[in-house]
């Protein structure tokens, strides 16, 4: 059963927004009120755009900023107390117009936030709002981001699938926690491991902005650096994949390379519930299995890691491929409790 929690709405990031870009234009923010709105900033690339489209259109509204200013100070100097209520009607009215000059600009485009998620097992699609389509894989998670200017999907952890359509005017941006893969209309699989991230493109070509100095482990559990975080990085590469290679990033040493078909063909064959080995050593296929089971297989004899093992598997079907191990690489299972022990026969 797939998992989808919905973000907040636009108006409310919008609303939210507003009231700092406001609060900003009062008066100089304090310590405590900047490490909020750093906070909330940092909360989602939907808080940023909001806030610096807002920042804009406001500056648009200099005059009439200046002039609820002049009807504040034609007051007879109202006390401290009074203020606050002065300046919040002025920022009402001001609030209202600039919203209103922010949804004129974008009212044409729908915005998505929405989250989705795989339990182990799970293979999931989705069609979004543009007619891209997103596959996922066992124990993955994708936030979706879409706005006027960028269709943006945070793959947090996990393996997905995108056929992108082509919208020119509003890239499609995955961010991972090593860097970005951008596309206009193309189709591309991209799968994040402790090790850096695994891309392969099957259609189009794609643009990765790649973090290459990271040497720190993934962090499955934080969200995903941002374009602008990503671009203050000391070290940048900016590498083209096009259909039919691959690309690992996100660690010291990129590998750019041109697979087979076949090899092509072994990686992606989970979008159709299947996984396929060809002398995959059997450490390997193990943890590849593990993904799609809570159960812990360990390879309790260590000269049985290397083994090359092959063979078509359905995704899930622990206790099928088990049976093969058996016979086909004369291995024993034994089962015990949530462990299956495998050592030679």
């Given at each position: 059963m797939n998992q989808i929690r919905n973000f907040k709405s636009r108006e409310h990031i919008e609303?939210?927004?507003?009231?700092?870009?406001?609060?900003?234009?009062?008066?100089?923010?304090?310590?405590?009120?900047?490490?909020?709105?750093?906070?909330?900033?940092?909360?989602?690339?939907?808080?940023?755009?909001?806030?610096?489209?807002?920042?804009?259109?406001?500056?648009?509204?200099?005059g009439l900023t200046t002039e609820s200013e002049a009807v504040t100070r034609q007051a007879a100097r109202p006390s401290q107390k009074q203020m606050p209520i002065v300046w919040s009607a002025a920022a009402a009215v001001l609030l209202a117009i600039a919203l209103f000059t922010f949804h004129l600009r974008t009212a044409s485009v729908p915005d998505v936030h929405a989250e989705y998620q795989t339990a182990t097992g799970e293979i999931e699609q989705y069609l979004l709002p543009d007619d891209s389509r997103i596959k996922l894989n066992t124990r993955s998670n994708v936030v979706v981001d879409f706005s006027a200017h960028e269709r943006a999907i945070?793959?947090?952890?996990?393996?997905?699938?995108?056929?992108?359509?082509?919208?020119?005017?509003?890239?499609?941006?995955?961010?991972?926690?090593?860097?970005?893969?951008?596309?206009?209309?193309?189709?591309?699989?991209?799968?994040?491991?402790?090790?850096g991230i695994d891309l392969v493109v099957t259609e189009g070509k794609v643009k990765v902005d790649a973090a290459s100095s990271v040497l720190e482990p993934?962090?499955?559990?934080?969200?995903?650096?941002?374009?602008?975080?990503?671009?203050?990085?000391?070290?940048?590469?900016?590498?083209?994949?096009?259909?039919?290679?691959?690309?690992?990033?996100?660690?010291?040493?990129?590998?750019?390379?041109?697979?087979?078909?076949?090899?092509?063909?072994?990686?992606?064959?989970?979008?159709?519930?299947?996984?396929?080995?060809?002398?995959?050593?059997?450490?390997?296929?193990?943890?590849?299995?593990?993904?799609?089971?809570?159960?812990?297989?360990?390879?309790?004899?260590?000269?049985?890691?290397?083994?090359?093992?092959?063979?078509?598997?359905k995704a899930g079907e622990v206790d099928a491929m088990l049976e093969v191990l058996e016979l086909s690489f004369n291995l024993t299972a034994e089962h015990q409790g949530n462990r299956i022990l495998l050592s030679k026969k």
């Open positions: 609303q939210e927004a507003a009231a700092w870009v406001i609060k900003m234009d009062q008066k100089p923010l304090s310590a405590s009120e900047r490490d909020e709105l750093e906070s909330w900033l940092a909360q989602s690339q939907t808080h940023r755009r909001s806030f610096l489209a807002l920042a804009d259109v406001w500056q648009e509204l200099d945070h793959l947090q952890e996990g393996e997905a699938n995108f056929e992108v359509a082509k919208d020119p005017k509003r890239p499609f941006v995955v961010y991972t926690n090593r860097g970005s893969i951008t596309a206009v209309g193309t189709a591309f699989n991209v799968r994040v491991q402790s090790s993934a962090r499955h559990d934080d969200k995903p650096r941002t374009q602008s975080e990503l671009t203050d990085r000391s070290a940048q590469q900016v590498v083209a994949v096009s259909a039919g290679e691959k690309l690992r990033f996100g660690t010291t040493t990129q590998h750019h390379t041109n697979p087979s078909q076949q090899e092509i063909d072994r990686q992606l064959s989970w979008q159709q519930g299947m996984l396929a080995f060809d002398s995959t050593p059997l450490v390997d296929a193990v943890r590849e299995i593990s993904r799609y089971t809570d159960i812990h297989i360990i390879i309790e004899d260590p000269t049985l890691a290397e083994l090359p093992v092959g063979g078509y598997f």
